[in-house]
């Protein structure tokens, strides 16, 4: 078996085990037994058992963007667009569990590759909702006096909303929440 197939089992059960019992309580020999093979032998493909949940919470984000980026790429206007992130990364986001707790939980927070992933994920997430916040502008869809600033609150009112809605609340009351939210941001607060 070659090395990346032998990494992908590993980092399959892994996945499995770390979304049950998170980081902290998984151990090299749970996983190890799970992918049947020795626990030196798991060591020849991963330093640790913080390097195995990197890769898994890396695999998970790469999967999270594919499927956000498919449904914007569905899309044809800037609102639907913006409506398609969000339902699509709320969906994922309460499926993989590891991404999420890596995005998440305060007790990840000493681990530098951790913050590493959460600074990079959110900016590229902020970089997401600006071209299409910028897409609104030059088709005359959107009035926006600061996109940069406008992206950050919004992706930063995602991330308050994320827990409460993926522990909290099913799929179909979250998607009625959503399509509320979007009527504010589209429409405001102010009466006209």
Do not use: C
């Not at 305060?106 to 910028?134: G, P, S, V």
């Not at 991330?159 to 429409?187: A, Q």
């Amino acid at each position: 078996m070659k090395t990346n197939e032998k990494k992908g089992i590993i980092t399959k059960v892994a996945q499995r085990i770390f979304s049950k019992y998170g980081l902290i309580k998984t151990t090299v020999d749970e996983i190890a037994k799970a992918a049947r093979m020795g626990k030196a032998s798991l060591y020849h493909y991963f330093k640790s058992k913080e390097d195995i949940f990197r890769e898994v919470v890396e695999k998970e984000n790469r999967f999270l963007k594919e499927k956000i980026n498919e449904a914007i790429n569905n899309e044809h206007t800037p609102q639907k667009k913006i409506r398609a992130y969000i339902m699509t990364r709320m969906k994922y986001l309460s499926e993989l569990a590891n991404i999420h707790s890596a995005l998440k939980d305060d007790y990840l927070d000493h681990y530098a590759f951790i913050e590493k992933i959460r600074e990079r994920t959110f900016q590229e997430e902020i970089a997401t909702i600006k071209a299409i916040l910028k897409e609104g502008v030059k088709n005359g869809i959107f009035s926006i006096r600061d996109i940069e600033l406008t992206s950050f609150a919004i992706i930063s009112a995602l991330k308050g909303l994320e827990y409460p809605w993926s522990v909290k609340t099913s799929l179909p009351e979250i998607e009625k929440n959503i399509d509320k939210l979007m009527e504010i941001l589209f429409n405001g607060i102010i009466k006209r």
